[in-house]
């Protein structure tokens, strides 16, 4: 019995594949593809699908044992339909008219005061009672008002059809009841040339039901109006469109509600236009859209209901404007069902418009509905494995496009909520794209955003190194909780994020810079070489001289330690033990290569030494350099160290890079060089720091560098000078730079200086009394004053804005800023 069971299941399934294949193999002819496309454009998809069915029906398309009275009741309710839907915009109905519904009423009075009735009874007589045309007349009418003659062959024919085809089923038993050819030549190739006619008809007087809808968009009552809609305008998606675009108020949304007219489109996604342009299927999107801007909660509430109602809905244009009418809703209000937008927001979503889902998280993060934007955030950002790439819900280069401007208004509002979030999601990324096995090896600084355009990897550590400054640039008690998420997660990548963010304000949290820089596993590694030399730079001269001490003393062994490895390695690749010579060159290019990019921080006697490997043997990247001829400055170290301020500054003001093909001395390359020379001597810059007013905006940027490391780094120096710099560079932001005047590698403009001099002004302010004086007050209200105008005026500072509270503002006005922290949000 069970391998009965079996045979008869799959049988079944059988069957019913065999019927989907030789309904899905039945095609259409050209005309009558036609003429359904016609029909969806102008009447809907109700009336369209009931004469596909009619026409597979009548080609036999379904194996029917009885095909015949399906198709000719397939047949009726196309005729009614179609009827129905063209009565009132043809004017082919009857009237009502008062003095008729007043008989009618006293009609039903006398039935029920018989009692001998009951009330379906009396309804029925009562339907009964009101006047109609016959379809004869009803046709006649419809064909006159479609332009065709109500005499003429398509009125015949439709009209004999009506009088006949009631009663197509009506056939012997002792006759074949299957479709035949018959049946086709009485009815079936009779309705479709009617069908058609009608439908070129009716593309020309299209205009009379824009009218009635038209009408009923202006009906007072409401309720009235929305039935009509209901009963008499068919799915067409331009009439529909046409009726909720005239719609203004919200008080049709229960009735509408009512009648189920705000729920799915009745046409699926598939529906296309011929050049593979979908229609947009959900008209009544548009209308909740606008009513969720009013400014009536009860209206809003009312659309919101309507989300609800269509929450579970697959339809992409539910998703798509449902979306968007989250967004038009006020933040606390879309809140509750930002869960919608986090189900709407799937892959079936990727590559459309994505600007409502950012818009929409952007104004809950604002409102400070932090959970709710975390969640929309954490759907539009969601990355996954596909064909083994990362994939996201964004088109090519669109994720990393949009990416940080997202985080930055997340990690506004959010705070470490938002860094965890890019943690996870750069997590995922590292293990997706396999990267999180070597990637943490690259040569390119984690500050490095060239490849934070093209690879969604990239730009996702970009996110998270951007969000960590953000936390600390804003307040820097932050720093330890922003350092335990960054290594909370072991993949190395992440201790390289940490150095670099410990590196940006090092005294925030001096233990750790510490632990980290006394480390000898990090001290030893290359993994990390750039960003553990950005925090020794900033951070070893703070340490005392047992723990400097202790530092190169790990590196002093690291040659003993790593020899016998290096013999073997040694002996292998020459076929030879190492010579005396090797092995000095290997002792001391183990250290050069660890102290290299650090050195400028090192005691004297140590940069000594190591310029000498460096002139014996080359720096470590000798090897790139054969093939990448490094940048030079036309003014070396020792040049800008003796010397004086003014000879330096004139050479600034005066030199220009020699024409020609190969170019080693670079503007970027000075300007780089003046950076460290301010970083070794800070004092000295920072007392004639006015006098690099006039220079070339690249100089004075890589001056106010050098000063805003010094200040992170609490050292001291004269801000009087300084001062005059950053104002001197504010009031250049406006002023236009001739492009012909400025040679490769030349800032463009004051934008970045001025987005450093704002740094440098926080920097100060941090250290309290120990930063700016409180004898430059006047001076530094002003300049505070000045940031936050130029922030207001160029979108461009936004993310480096000085921004202060109110309070803030006062207390600097009124009683100084020594103590004061002013957030520099980078």
């Not at 005499?151 to 059809?161: F, K």
């Not at 070489?529 to 590196?555: D, G, K, M, N, T």
């Not at 030079?632 to 050479?651: H, I, K, Q, W, Y």
Request: hydrophobic content about 40%; glycine content about 6%.
């Amino acid at each position: 019995m069970a391998d009965d069971g079996e045979s008869s299941s799959t049988k079944g399934e059988l069957g019913v594949e065999a019927l989907q294949e030789l309904t899905n193999a039945f095609d259409l002819s050209p005309e009558q593809q036609d003429t359904a496309s016609l029909l969806r454009r102008l009447l809907g998809k109700a009336v369209a699908d009931r004469y596909l069915d009619f026409c597979r029906l009548a080609a036999g398309a379904f194996a029917l044992n009885v095909s015949r009275p399906m198709a000719a009741h397939a047949l009726r309710e196309l005729d009614s339909t179609l009827r129905h839907a063209l009565a009132v915009p043809m004017e082919a109905k009857v009237p009502d008219q008062p003095e008729n519904a007043e008989k009618i009423v006293e009609a039903r009075k006398l039935l029920k005061a018989l009692g001998c009735f009951d009330d379906g009874a009396i309804q029925r007589a009562t339907d009964g009672l009101k006047p109609r045309l016959n379809h004869r007349a009803q046709i006649r009418k419809i064909v006159a008002r479609l332009g065709l003659d109500p005499e003429g062959d398509i009125a015949d024919r439709w009209t004999s059809l009506c009088d006949s085809f009631g009663k197509a089923h009506q056939r012997s038993f002792h006759r074949s009841l299957e479709v035949d050819d018959e049946f086709r030549s009485q009815y079936q190739r009779p309705f479709d040339t009617v069908i058609r006619a009608v439908a070129a008809a009716l593309e020309g007087r299209y205009t009379a039901f824009m009218r009635r809808v038209e009408e009923i968009a202006a009906m007072p009552n409401r309720a009235e109006a929305v039935a009509a809609f209901a009963g008499e305008i068919p799915g067409a998606l331009p009439l529909q469109w046409h009726f909720f675009k005239g719609l203004t108020t919200g008080d049709w949304l229960p009735h509408l509600a009512k009648e189920c007219l705000l729920g799915e489109p009745l046409a699926g996604p598939e529906e296309e236009r011929g050049d593979g342009f979908r229609y947009r299927q959900w008209p009544a999107g548009n209308y909740l859209q606008r009513m969720a801007e009013s400014s009536d909660r009860a209206t809003r509430g009312l659309v919101a209901q309507a989300l609800r109602d269509v929450a579970a809905s697959k339809h992409p244009d539910i998703h798509h404007d449902g979306i968007e009418i989250l967004a038009a809703l006020p933040p606390e209000e879309s809140a509750p069902l930002a869960d919608m937008a986090v189900a709407w927001l799937g892959p079936e979503t990727r590559f459309g418009l994505l600007r409502a889902p950012e818009k929409l998280l952007k104004k809950l993060a604002e409102a400070n509905q932090h959970a709710a934007a975390l969640s929309v955030a954490r759907a539009l950002l969601q990355i996954w494995k596909e064909n083994g790439e990362i994939a996201s819900l964004y088109g090519r280069h669109m994720y990393e496009h949009h990416l940080p401007s997202i985080m930055q208004a997340l990690t506004k509002a959010c705070g470490e909520g938002a860094l965890r979030l890019a943690t996870e999601l750069l997590r995922q990324a590292a293990v997706v794209s396999g990267k999180i096995e070597y990637d943490h090896h690259s040569l390119r600084p984690v500050a490095d955003d060239e490849r934070a355009n093209y690879d969604v990897y990239n730009a996702l550590t970009s996110a998270v190194r951007r969000s960590a400054e953000m936390l600390i640039a804003d307040d820097p008690a932050r720093m330890r909780d922003v350092i335990g998420i960054l290594t909370g997660d072991p993949a190395k990548i992440f201790v390289r994020l940490a150095l670099h963010v410990l590196a940006r304000d090092p005294s925030a949290a001096p233990d750790l810079a510490e632990a980290y820089l006394l480390d000898p596993e990090l001290i030893e590694q290359t993994w990390a070489q750039e960003e553990y030399a950005a925090l020794a730079r900033a951070w070893y001269p703070s340490l005392s001289p047992e723990q400097q001490r202790a530092i190169l003393a790990v590196v002093d062994a690291m040659p003993d330690k790593r020899r016998a490895a290096w013999r073997e390695r040694f002996q292998q690749n020459h076929g030879s033990p190492p010579t005396a010579e090797n092995e000095r060159a290997y002792e001391v290019l183990t250290i050069r290569d660890a102290l290299w990019k650090w050195r400028s921080v090192l005691p004297p006697e140590r940069q000594e030494a190591i310029n000498r490997i460096a002139g014996e043997y080359g720096d470590p990247d000798a090897w790139r350099q054969q093939f990448f001829p490094p940048e030079e400055s036309p003014l070396g170290a020792a040049e800008f160290a003796t010397r004086s301020v003014p000879e330096v500054v004139a050479f600034l003001k005066t030199w220009r890079p020699p024409t020609g093909e190969r170019q080693l001395h670079t503007v970027t390359a000075l300007a780089q060089e003046l950076r460290t020379a301010v970083g070794n001597d800070p004092r000295k810059y920072a007392s004639s720091a006015d006098q690099l007013a006039g220079a070339r905006p690249i100089y004075a940027r890589r001056l106010l560098e050098g000063l805003h490391s010094a200040a992170s780094n609490r050292r001291d120096f004269d801000w009087r000078n300084v001062l005059k710099l950053v104002e001197f560079t504010f009031g250049q932001r406006d002023q236009a730079i001739d492009p012909a005047t400025l040679a490769e590698g030349n800032d463009k403009n004051w934008a970045w200086a001025c987005m450093t001099a704002c740094e440098l002004l926080a920097a100060g302010l941090r250290q309290g009394a120990k930063g700016i004086g409180c004898e430059h007050g006047p001076q530094v209200r002003s300049l505070v004053f000045s940031a936050l105008e130029l922030a207001r005026k160029h979108p461009e500072l936004e993310d480096f804005e000085i921004g202060v509270s109110e309070d803030d503002l006062r207390v600097i006005a009124e009683h100084g800023y020594e103590g004061r922290l002013l957030r520099a949000i980078s």
